[in-house]
């Protein structure tokens, strides 16, 4: 694999290194010691999957607070999304600033997420799915949001959303209080 630094601390786009011959081609998607080389989480406790119907489909601004604060590594594995991360880690550099990425099934790309990020993707195409190693297991009471057109961050979407669920739609601008950064503090 090889890690490409994005220009948010402790982001990575993850790059599959292919060895094919006339079958097809292997990779690998994890390693724990090329996961730990580069800095990166390496104990992961789900891998979740989600199907979206609709291009247009945004889910997310999301993340977990305290100890349920999640690492994420993302894949599209059918069709394509466009994934975006925002560093809301109050002691970081790169505090409130936004990155994003297309993920396809054809270019096999996937965004490391660090902890104290919030995280979505908007699918670009019909029936696109996803896949993702998740460092933390679901803490509902921990679980926390940013409405995903918040002018604090700016986030420039590639296409406009035209499936959001409720919950996500309601989720309010970045607020100190309601966000706790203080328990966001020396993640990564």
């Not at 094919?20 to 990779?27: E, K, N, P, T, Y």
């Not at 096999?108 to 799915?129: K, S």
């Amino acid at each position: 694999m090889k890690f490409h630094p994005t220009p948010l601390k402790d982001a990575h786009v993850i790059e599959l290194e292919k060895r094919g011959d006339d079958r097809g081609f292997f990779a690998r998607m994890f390693c724990e010691r090329e996961f730990g080389a580069a800095g990166c989480e390496t104990r992961f406790v789900n891998v979740n999957n989600s199907l979206s119907s609709a291009k247009g489909t945004l889910r997310g601004l999301h993340y977990q607070l305290g100890d349920a604060a999640e690492v994420k590594v993302v894949r599209c594995v059918r069709g394509a999304l466009w994934d975006a991360i925002v560093d809301i880690r109050p002691d970081s550099p790169t505090f409130g600033k936004w990155f994003g990425e297309t993920l396809t099934a054809d270019n096999r790309l996937m965004m490391y997420v660090p902890r104290g990020f919030a995280h979505a993707i908007l699918t670009l195409e019909p029936d696109t799915e996803a896949l993702y190693l998740v460092s933390s297991h679901y803490a509902p009471q921990e679980e926390r949001g940013v409405r995903w057109n918040d002018p604090r961050f700016g986030v420039e979407w590639p296409i406009a959303p035209v499936e959001i669920s409720a919950k996500d739609a309601a989720w309010p601008d970045f607020n100190p209080e309601f966000h706790q950064p203080d328990r966001l503090r020396g993640l990564k």
